[in-house]
């Protein structure tokens, strides 16, 4: 045997692994609330649509109205945006989220307002 017949036996003996594509589906209930995501051995009978990996990933933003994804507004309410001032909101410097109360004392604060 010679090393092209080797090159040939060995080259059949090879077994091709093909893999299964992803598909990424949200599975949801009749009020289209989204109940599972599944992208592997799907289950069977159940409402679900096919969606990006993006959509996927963030499928708690969604809920599903005639088959189809739809955002979910979420109203986070009022915001304001805090600016470093002499006056407002009395925080450990450099920790804005320790908001201090008035009776307490630290050494090195800062204050934060938002009617700038």
Do not use: W
């Given at each position: 045997?010679?090393?092209n017949d080797e090159f040939l036996l060995a080259?059949?003996?090879?077994?091709?692994?093909?893999?299964?594509?992803i598909e990424y589906r949200l599975h949801y209930?009749?009020?289209?609330?989204?109940?599972?995501?599944?992208?592997?051995?799907?289950?069977?009978?159940?409402?679900?649509?096919?969606?990006?990996?993006?959509?996927?990933?963030?499928?708690?933003?969604?809920?599903?109205?005639?088959?189809?994804?739809?955002?979910?507004?979420?109203?986070?309410?009022?915001?304001?945006?805090?600016?470093?001032?002499?006056?407002?909101?009395?925080?450990?410097?450099?920790?804005?989220?320790?908001?201090?109360?008035?009776?307490?004392?630290?050494?090195?604060?800062?204050?934060?307002?938002?009617?700038?």
């Amino acid at each position: 045997m010679n090393s092209n017949d080797e090159f040939l036996l060995a080259l059949s003996q090879i077994q091709v692994i093909v893999e299964e594509p992803i598909e990424y589906r949200l599975h949801y209930n009749s009020e289209g609330e989204i109940t599972m995501c599944s992208i592997q051995n799907h289950p069977k009978d159940t409402l679900y649509v096919v969606v990006s990996k993006h959509e996927y990933d963030n499928y708690f933003r969604y809920t599903v109205v005639n088959n189809k994804l739809k955002m979910i507004d979420i109203n986070t309410g009022y915001r304001v945006q805090l600016k470093k001032s002499d006056v407002g909101y009395k925080v450990v410097k450099n920790h804005a989220g320790l908001l201090l109360e008035p009776a307490e004392a630290y050494e090195d604060t800062e204050y934060y307002d938002g009617t700038n």
